[in-house]
């Protein structure tokens, strides 16, 4: 089975500009997660889709960052303005469903780096 | 939410078996175990996770102990492709323990 894809895989911005990241999770997984992973930390969670619906957006700076699910499918991740904090690894993990024991398939990653 | 506590860092030689011990003495009756691992410029891949019995797959084994406050993953022959941060997180079914959260993890260094 094909993987989560994420693009692109580098992205080098000027603080205050504004970026997009993209995620296609595995066909059939209704559920999708970002995370974002500062270097030497875990990844932290920033938003979860069940389908196209946001069940949790606790941790997302909701002034700068903004998600969207079109049709529960793709998503995408956007920052606007970035600033020098916003450097990290943004992951894309999808899931068959929304339960505890249904393992988080992840991409590989969009590694940001804000100057 | 619930917490795990995991060694920083840990080496064995290849082709050796590793336990990778994890301690959650907060652990409570519906938190499930999960293992993940993180190899280098990838993101996390699922390894295993067990709720009370030991379990095995293809990639490793969990033993949990019997008061499930701690447990461990088992390499059974670690290979250089195994050098990886390893996560062990609880995930429970209720409130924020839901949540996939991961710590600092455990980096496990192979030496040829």
């Known amino acids: 089975e094909a993987g989560v894809a994420q693009s692109p895989r580098y992205k080098i911005i000027e603080k205050r500009q504004s970026v997009a990241f993209w995620c296609n999770p595995i066909s059939g997984h209704a559920t999708l997660y970002w995370y974002q992973q500062i270097l030497g930390q875990g990844p932290k969670l920033l938003i979860q889709?069940?389908?196209?619906?946001?069940?949790?957006d606790s941790q997302l700076p909701k002034d700068r960052f903004s998600a969207e699910r079109l049709k529960g499918v793709d998503s995408t991740l956007k920052i606007q303005p970035a600033k020098l904090e916003d450097s990290a690894v943004y992951l894309c993990?999808?899931?068959?469903?929304?339960?505890?024991?249904?393992?988080?398939?992840f991409g590989n990653g969009t590694r940001l780096t804000v100057t | 939410d619930a917490k795990t506590t995991q060694p920083n860092s840990m080496e064995s030689n290849e082709e050796e078996p590793v336990h990778l011990p994890c301690n959650h003495s907060t652990i409570s009756g519906t938190d499930y175990i999960h293992w993940y691992r993180q190899l280098p410029s990838q993101g996390p891949e699922y390894v295993i996770h067990?709720?009370?019995s030991n379990v095995n797959n293809r990639m490793a084994s969990l033993a949990i102990a019997e008061d499930r406050k701690s447990s461990t993953l088992i390499l059974h022959r670690a290979t250089l492709r195994d050098a990886a941060v390893y996560y062990c997180?609880?995930?429970?079914?209720?409130?924020?323990?839901?949540?996939?959260?991961f710590g600092k993890g455990t980096l496990l260094t192979v030496n040829p």
């Open positions: 067990g709720l009370t």
């Open positions: 997180i609880l995930r429970g079914s209720g409130g924020s323990n839901y949540k996939l959260t």
């Open positions: 993990a999808s899931s068959l469903e929304w339960a505890v024991n249904s393992p988080l398939h």
């Open positions: 889709f069940q389908n196209n619906g946001v069940v949790d």
